[in-house]
């Protein structure tokens, strides 16, 4: 585990958030945006995205995904936004998947932003809990999560999402266990380790959504 030291302000900073299914990606990325003011994208909103337009079949397609996240971080630095959250499900040994993370990060790094790297850990029995209702948001229930709830959880190993200690962004890169239902455990393990001080943690809300 790396700790990243802060030697600017909390300008002009992107944090990839990643990890496997149900790790926790969402409810993370929404009180990191809260407590640092940066919008957040969410991986599924993507995918919903591409499927609203091309339906079902389209959702697995990684250029279409590539494609949109990389508009959207275009138009996070247009805006002139302080900074940006994204989180993705990333396989770490799939060169597809690994182009389409360095093209959304390339849009940054281009103006000089940094880009740091945040990978949520969580073990199978806990991440596999979260997929039931209510944790579950009910738009966000599909086949996947119809077989880890009826007890077959083989789709999850069809990747690699976690690191090994292998990491291509060693320099970039912390890990934040997410074990617990709220957010903010984690989110205050994110922020110690990225060097982000003064920020207060005593008014945190709970929130129940886990993705």
Not at 37 to 53: E, I, K, M, S, T
Request: charge should be negative; proline fraction near 6%; include cysteine.
């Amino acid at each position: 585990m790396n700790t990243i030291t802060n030697s600017a302000p909390l300008d002009s900073v992107c944090i990839v958030l990643f990890g496997p299914h149900a790790v926790g990606k969402l409810t993370v990325g929404a009180a990191l945006s809260e407590r640092l003011g940066y919008p957040f994208v969410h991986h599924r909103d993507v995918h919903d995205l591409v499927v609203a337009v091309w339906g079902a079949e389209a959702g697995g397609n990684e250029r279409l995904h590539r494609h949109f996240r990389t508009r959207i971080c275009e138009e996070a630095v247009e805006r002139g936004e302080r900074g940006f959250v994204f989180s993705c499900v990333w396989d770490l040994d799939d060169d597809e998947h690994r182009a389409g993370v360095d093209e959304a990060c390339a849009v940054f790094r281009r103006v000089g932003w940094r880009v740091l790297f945040v990978e949520l850990a969580a073990p199978l029995s806990t991440r596999v809990l979260r997929v039931r209702p209510p944790l579950r948001r009910l738009y966000e229930r599909d086949r996947f999560d119809a077989d880890v709830m009826a007890g077959k959880p083989l789709r999850w190993a069809l990747g690699r999402f976690n690191s090994k200690g292998d990491f291509p962004y060693p320099q970039e890169h912390v890990v934040a266990p997410n074990e617990d239902d709220r957010p903010w455990p984690a989110v205050e393990s994110v922020l110690a380790q990225l060097s982000f001080d003064g920020l207060n943690f005593s008014g945190a809300r709970a929130t129940g959504a886990v993705a």
